[in-house]
């Protein structure tokens, strides 16, 4: 037998002689015995979309030992008995890609916790209240975000999980994940070949009794016989091979096996392996502009997500089911991330500012997650140029595909599978009639009432996103005295904001609307901007009217499309009317009845609610006709400015917009002039274009083209499908 050299001496571990047995000295701070340690990795769910390592030509020797890998000298980790093996094993992947990087290695410690946490963000189950992830989640984490120094982040068992702060992610672009891809772990010969190209693999297994502390006393290959107990899941590091199995790097300290290698025969790693990666560095990228940041979002520079990320993180509070905070996927937020955003990173940034403005956001919640943060970094320039910091409420839940589907379906009952001929060209006059009670009837209402649910959540449950961001937002009031409250939202975003601003205004208990009975926080709103909003006239008097009357909200602008531009507007080219008209007349209750209810629900976004006679109140609910009154009365008192669009309206009013369907408003650069002049109260120093048909056309506009909006790949994925549709 081969003498061992001194490095690998070491590294497989000193022992002691007790008679005629080798006795390993072992470290009381270790756990005894395996049994006492969590198995909870979990096997990646199928996934077609994975990339597969596809193996090439270079040469594959008959061994690769274990040798080798020692000379890069990887620290072998204890993840004690935390069921955090996806992080500890993917460290030491990490720790190897990074010493033996040729140019600029970094031998730095980097953090398991951090890749642990990210890991349970991306894996396939709901929430990260749970011990153990997947493999394909840890590596998803770290492709995402990066991985910081164990400096930054440090690993302790007491104080488990922690928050991605923003010297963390800055610090964990500093190493970034580049291409990654998954191998085929019944393949052997593609196993040997990712392990000859990269010289380490990421994998889970099934562990049985046989990995047990007790059973790997002073032993290097795992003792496998068919017949041991199972344990459970477990994630480690592959590191080398010869014909007998492959080499792994443990997470389980130096105690076990040799210092913390062992070898998996190949019939073990065939009967228990579940997963395997394999993986190369990427490379650090800077992005500092605003605009920068929307090219990173629109998917065309994706090595540079780790830039747009720190930019974007301290703006984006994230909510999911229920309204509860969205503790999984890229903009994760936790109560404890809700606390620093607000509490922290938005303290630091505007405390030097003269006057201090945050405007809470909330998106019409119609589309996907990757619109709301392209919006993000699309306004996030401009309006920190101008001294606003703006806080998106990312709440969305992609409603306007699943309406696309309902139209479809809708649309199929109605065809008989061929083209319409021209003779029935009368017929089409009528098909939004008939459209409407189907896709009501098709879930419709139903996931209109989900989301409206989830929106109202968010401020009205003790657990709710917003409630919880409402808290620290009063603390911030507290905190930095004079700070101005300014609210924006699209769409449905009114929704949202409808119980978050009652409960930020109302001064004691507030007497009516979703969240009766809570006591508010008193603080004043300096301007309210709603976008279309899609909520109901009696939602918006039960819930703002009270604050507006008593100066808690000093000004209320509303822009909507005019009536006859609203009757122009299309859903998917299938109902054609604006989504509001479709919502009032569908989604709401009662639904629109030709001769009872002809006008549905008066909605708050609708040119039409402004303008009912007094014949067309009589056919409104009691209670709606009371609401659509009040609303008549406060615009006429001019406590609320309605804008109209398109209008040709100076920048300097305030109120100028070139939005021609219900969805242009966020994306309109008029639209966004004139809020921030409104925020501002004067128009702004920094401004945008003005001009929606010059930008398009690449024409000139009279205001300085510095913030054109970016497109996001969903935008390039609808047109590339409308496209198909016409070849």
């Not at 015995?33 to 594959?60: C, G, H, S, W």
């Not at 204890?78 to 720790?95: I, M, N, R, S």
């Not at 400096?151 to 992610?169: E, H, I």
């Not at 992005?287 to 929307?294: K, P, T």
């Amino acid at each position: 037998m081969a003498k061992k050299s001194k490095t690998e001496q070491h590294a497989l571990g000193q022992f002691t002689k007790s008679g005629n047995k080798t006795s390993r000295v072992r470290s009381a701070a270790h756990p005894d015995d395996a049994n006492v340690r969590k198995f909870d990795a979990r096997p990646d769910f199928v996934d077609f979309r994975d990339q597969m390592y596809i193996p090439t030509l270079i040469e594959v020797p008959p061994e690769r030992p274990l040798k080798e890998y020692l000379k890069v000298d990887v620290p072998v980790l204890d993840q004690g008995q935390e069921g955090a093996c996806t992080g500890f094993g993917l460290a030491t992947v990490a720790h190897y890609l990074l010493k033996s990087r040729k140019i600029h290695p970094d031998t730095d410690p980097i953090s398991p916790r951090m890749l642990y946490e990210m890991a349970r963000r991306y894996d396939e189950w709901e929430g990260s209240d749970y011990s153990g992830s997947s493999a394909r989640g840890a590596m998803k984490g770290w492709h995402k975000h990066g991985v910081c120094s164990a400096k930054q982040w440090p690993y302790d068992a007491a104080q488990p999980a922690g928050t991605l702060t923003d010297p963390r992610a800055k610090n964990a672009a500093t190493r970034p994940l580049g291409a990654y891809f998954r191998v085929n772990h019944r393949d052997l010969t593609a196993m040997h070949c990712a392990l000859v190209e990269v010289g380490v693999l990421f994998v889970t297994a099934i562990v049985h009794a046989g990995w047990n502390q007790n059973q790997m006393e002073g032993k290097s290959v795992v003792g496998y016989d068919g017949s041991q107990e199972i344990l459970g899941g477990h994630a480690f590091a592959l590191v080398g091979y010869d014909e007998k199995g492959f080499w792994l790097q443990n997470s389980w300290g130096q105690d076990w096996a040799k210092n913390g290698f062992a070898q998996l025969t190949y019939d073990d790693w065939l009967a228990h392996g579940t997963d395997a990666w394999v993986a190369r560095l990427g490379v650090p990228v800077a992005v500092q502009s605003g605009s920068g940041v929307a090219v990173v979002n629109s998917g065309l520079a994706a090595s540079s997500t780790f830039s747009a990320y720190s930019q974007i993180r301290p703006h984006v509070i994230s909510i999911g089911e229920n309204g509860k905070l969205k503790k999984t996927g890229t903009y994760a937020t936790s109560e404890e991330d809700v606390r620093h955003i607000v509490e922290e990173d938005i303290k630091n940034e505007i405390n030097a500012w003269p006057k201090k403005r945050l405007l809470l956001y909330a998106p019409g919640g119609l589309t996907s997650e990757a619109s709301a943060i392209q919006r993000t970094a699309d306004y996030r320039g401009p309006l920190l140029k101008n001294e606003i910091y703006p806080l998106v409420f990312s709440w969305n839940s992609d409603y306007w595909s699943t309406l696309q589907n309902i139209l479809q379906d809708a649309l199929r009952g109605r065809t008989s599978g061929s083209f319409i001929d021209a003779a029935k060209d009368f017929m089409l006059d009528r098909l939004d009639d008939a459209l409407e009670p189907i896709a009501r009837a098709l879930s419709g209402k139903l996931a209109w009432e989900k989301m409206k649910e989830n929106a109202t959540n968010a401020t009205t449950l003790a657990e709710g996103g917003l409630r919880h961001t409402a808290t620290s937002i009063n603390q911030l009031c507290d905190d930095v005295p004079g700070i101005e409250l300014h609210l924006t939202g699209h769409s449905a975003g009114s929704i949202v904001l409808a119980s978050l601003a009652q409960l930020l205004s109302t001064q004691g208990t507030i007497g009516d609307g979703p969240l009766k009975g809570v006591v508010g926080y008193g603080r004043k709103i300096k301007t309210c901007t709603l976008w279309a909003p899609a909520c109901t006239v009696s939602l918006f008097v039960d819930t703002f009217v009270e604050a507006l009357e008593s100066g808690q909200i000093e000004k209320l602008k509303i822009f909507l499309l005019s009536d006859p531009v609203e009757q122009a507007d299309h859903c998917n080219k299938i109902y054609n009317k604006s989504l509001l008209y479709l919502v009032a007349h569908a989604f709401e209750n009662p639904a629109r009845d030709y001769f009872r209810y002809p006008f549905g629900v008066p909605l708050l976004g609708m040119a039409r609610s402004f303008h009912f006679t007094a014949r067309e109140l009589g056919f409104l609910t009691a209670q709606d006709k009371a609401a659509v009154l009040k609303l008549q009365s406060l615009t006429a008192a001019g406590q609320i400015e309605v804008i109209q669009s398109p209008n040709s309206a100076a920048p300097a009013t305030m109120a100028a917009s070139t939005s021609q369907h219900h969805g242009d408003f966020d994306d309109d650069p008029a639209t966004f002039q004139s809020l921030l002049d409104t925020i501002l109260g004067q128009q702004i120093a920094h401004p945008v274009a003005t001009s929606r048909a010059a930008l398009g056309a690449g024409g000139t506009s009279a205001v300085p083209n510095n913030v054109p909006f970016q497109r996001s790949v969903q935008s390039y994925a609808d047109q590339r499908r409308r496209l198909e549709r016409t070849l």
